[in-house]
C-alpha cells in the first residue's frame, strides 16, 4: 500500500480528521501526519518517509502479533504499552494493515467517544 492509498483509507474511517501537529518540535526534520478521532491520535508517520506507521493496540494483543509478523516492532516516540510500529515493507499484506488501524481507530473512539 502506498502513502495515499493508506492516508485515503484511514480519511474514510467515520469521523476522522488530519493534522501534523509536531512541526515546531521537529524542527524540518520530519513532518508527521497524525490521524485522529473524537480528537485524539490513533495512526501516525512521517509523511516524508512512508516506511513505519505508529498505532495504538490492545495490550493483551501486543505479544502475539510482535511474535507473529517481523514487521512490528516498538512505536516512533509513543508509549511501549499502548502503541506499536509497523514496517509497511515487511510481512504485513494490505488486509491485515487495515485491520490493525481499524482496531486502532476502534480502541480510541470506543475510549473517547463524544458523549451526546
Known sequence: M???EFRDYCLSLPDVTEATPFEKFSRGKYTILVFYVNGHMFCYFNIDDFRFITIKCDPEQMAELKERYQAIGE????????????????????DTLRMLVRQ?????KNKHSKKK
Open 75 to 94: 512505536p516512533f516516540n509513543g508509549d511501549k504499552r499502548y502503541w506499536i510500529s509497523l514496517d509497511v515493507n515487511n510481512d504485513v499484506d494490505d
Open 104 to 108: 486502532s481507530y476502534e480502541l480510541v
Open 2 to 4: 502506498n502513502i495515499e
